[in-house]
């Protein structure tokens, strides 16, 4: 009896084993930078008088945190250029791929080398950034990842327009910058509906500049056509810098969520609590969920 019961449970975790070793545990990570800007940054994009630039000590203290977070994938947003970027995340463990925007404020996505077999580059969503022609806005950067079993995922990461996080947008009478992120809405359908119609599984994460909630207008438009979507942080209480809800997050197509990691989220907060330090490091924290893919 004892020896049945044994080998069951050996046959058991023998199952559970080889799941596990035809999937790959991977960390995705969320990050706003807030103005990673090098004096070569500017020189060509102007910033805002009021924005200071970043000095070595910032630049090494960003550095730690990178290491400690340990991500595999990290979707970034507000960097000034690839070469500012590689003084936060070292070359020689990630890939980068930043958008073609013409201002100071790039999207931008660091990937650990050889995680996946091949990463292709999509043209920047450059609809989100033209809705506003005088002062033009943030690109979002579109990329495709195959893994080695020729499963594909695509990823598309944002920071859409601040100054909207939770007033209603189903008003007749918007502020400027709700009227913008209303704007920006349709346009971010019509890429969910091109991936909907080619059955990619699809993540859109970064800044939404807006706090999640599946039920508000916002998301509820944005997720209308996805058979349960999966919003990890939406209800959640972020503890970055004293706590609030969260405009850092991730969406989830149907065929993403089958690899989201129930539980995963998490938030890496600075030891550092005081509000110059806030402004050495980045009024965001990183935001992790993990991911289990095949």
């Known amino acids: 009896m004892y020896n049945k019961i044994f080998a069951y449970i050996l046959y058991t975790l023998c199952l559970i084993n080889s799941a596990s070793a ?12 807030e103005w990673l800007v090098s004096q070569k940054d500017i020189q060509n994009t102007p910033i805002p008088q009021n924005v200071n630039l970043r000095n070595t000590s910032d630049f090494q203290q960003l550095q730690q945190y990178a290491i400690k977070l340990k991500s595999d994938i990290i979707a970034l947003q507000e960097i000034g250029s690839l070469e500012t970027l590689r ?6 463990e990630y890939l980068f791929f930043i958008s073609r925007d013409p201002i100071a404020q790039h999207t931008a996505l660091a990937v650990r080398h050889s995680v996946f077999a091949h990463i292709e580059q999509n043209p920047d969503l450059t609809e989100l950034s033209n809705i506003n022609g005088s ?14 079993e020729k499963n594909s995922l695509r990823i598309l990461v944002l920071h859409l327009k601040s100054g909207c996080q939770d007033y209603p947008l189903t008003n007749k009478a918007l502020k400027p910058s709700c009227q913008f992120l209303k704007e920006q809405l349709p346009i971010l ?8 119609m080619e059955k990619q599984a699809f993540i859109i994460l970064g800044d939404f500049n807006r706090v999640i909630s599946p039920n508000e207008f916002f998301y509820k438009s944005l997720s ?4 349960s979507p999966t919003f990890p942080t939406a209800y959640q209480a972020n503890p970055c810098w004293g706590g609030s809800y969260f405009i850092d997050g991730f969406m989830l197509d149907h065929h993403a969520t089958k690899w989201f990691i129930p539980n995963s989220l998490s938030v890496l907060k600075y030891k550092e609590q005081g509000f110059n330090q806030q402004n050495q490091l980045s009024d965001h924290c ?9």
């Open 22 to 33: 035809q999937a790959e545990i991977l960390k995705l990570t969320t990050w706003n930078l």
């Open 87 to 92: 003084s936060v995340f070292p070359a020689n």
């Open 135 to 148: 002062h033009p806005l943030r690109s979002g950067l579109d990329l495709t990842f195959y893994t080695k």
């Open 189 to 196: 359908q019509e890429w969910i509906r091109k991936r909907l």
């Open 224 to 227: 209308e056509k996805i058979t």
């Open 286 to 294: 990183p935001v992790s969920i993990k991911l289990s893919i095949p």
